[in-house]
Nanobody
């Protein structure tokens, strides 16, 4: 399996920024699609962003488009989610995910069920 560990969460004021990291281990991460999802209390896990292994394709939920940026390092063993202009509604546990998904469609990469590997989550709290 691929093991994922998120870090970088915390509490910030509305309008602030955070950068989340997702460290991968185990099976080679280079060829894996990486996704970020979030889950707020009482809500289902929702798609945030995804990026393919070569960083040639990125995908964003409408709710974060223009504010969040997904990336992965040159070695493709660590992923990042840079979050700017944070809003209280961004408050959630953020999960890094990965899968050897071949499809490049937004429909497929935005579905939680498409991902087999998940991190433990990191809490992001945005206060107003």
């Amino acid at each position: 399996q691929v093991q994922l560990v998120e870090s970088g969460g915390g509490s910030v004021q509305a309008g602030g920024s955070l950068r989340l990291s997702c460290a991968a281990s185990g099976r080679t991460f280079s060829r894996y699609l990486m996704g970020w999802f979030r889950q707020a209390p009482g809500k289902e896990r929702e798609f945030v962003a995804a990026i393919n292994w070569s960083s040639s394709n990125s995908y964003y939920a409408d709710s974060v488009k223009g504010r969040f940026t997904i990336s992965r390092d040159n070695a493709k063993i660590t992923g990042y989610l840079e979050m700017n202009s944070l809003k209280p509604e961004d408050t959630a546990v953020y999960y890094c995910s990965a899968d050897h998904l071949l499809s490049s469609s937004y429909r497929d990469v935005s579905r939680a069920r498409s991902y087999d590997y998940w991190g433990q989550g990191t809490q992001v709290t945005v206060s107003s």
